[in-house]
């Protein structure tokens, strides 16, 4: 993923959009805040190197869903994102409908939307993970083969699941940072609905087991973030 982020936000709430705009700036986004549809499409003919597209539903002179159908006239590929206070089924289908990547509706998380952002322009550009060379994890005594999905302590090792192995092997690549929850979510259980988190969650409790092989090794869980892979043996 390029190192700035452009973002195209379509929202007619001045008090909310201002907000927004202002979050996503200190997160290190470029955004072009729109406060109409006919401004935002507009501002997305004019220039071609933007990676998201956030809209509002209900909006003066182009509604959020003819905005997006317009977007997907001109690139059939960029992100969209409604963000929106309508919340019927049917407006989340025809949001769906239109070509939306993601329903988001109001209120919602800042953070969570930053999540979700960054988790889909990964998969888009086909980098889900930071990368490395090796399947193979160092964790204070333990060693971690993700390949033959195998964690050692000397010549005692354990036979992991798949889902085990996939979620360790997050967790290491992420390893003393913040290794989001939506993201392992969508990137492994290809779902983040409650019944994946709960799923997750179990998961997580095995792994803690396994790594109390070192007391070293910590997997904390930040509410509302993810989980960190804490390795106080560096």
């Not at 109390?212 to 892979?229: A, M, T, V």
């Amino acid at each position: 993923m390029k190192e700035r982020v452009n973002i195209l936000l379509a929202e007619d709430d001045l008090n909310f959009g201002e907000v927004l705009k202002n979050y996503l700036e200190l997160s290190d986004y470029s955004v072009c805040w729109c406060k109409n549809g006919i401004e935002a499409f507009k501002s997305f003919h004019l220039r071609s190197d933007w990676d998201i597209c956030l809209l509002d539903v209900m909006m003066p002179e182009m509604d959020g869903f003819t905005l997006a159908g317009e977007i997907r006239k001109l690139n059939s590929e960029i992100p969209l994102f409604f963000l929106t206070a309508k919340s019927l089924k049917d407006d989340v289908l025809t949001g769906y409908k239109c070509g939306a990547d993601d329903y988001i509706i109001k209120p919602f998380d800042a953070e969570v939307l930053q999540y979700k952002i960054n988790a889909t322009l990964s998969r888009r550009s086909g980098n889900r993970v930071p990368q490395r060379d090796t399947n193979k994890f160092e964790l204070g005594k333990l060693t971690f083969d993700y390949s033959i999905r195998q964690l050692c302590l000397n010549d005692s090792c354990m036979q992991l699941s798949p889902k085990e192995a996939e979620l360790l092997k997050y967790l290491c690549l992420y390893k003393n940072d913040v290794l989001p929850r939506e993201l392992a979510l969508k990137n492994i259980w290809e779902n983040d609905d409650y019944f994946s988190g709960r799923s997750m969650d179990v998961y997580i409790a095995k792994l803690r087991k396994y790594l109390k092989q070192d007391p070293g090794l910590e997997i904390i869980s930040l509410h509302g973030k993810g989980f960190r892979l804490a390795d106080n043996t560096l």
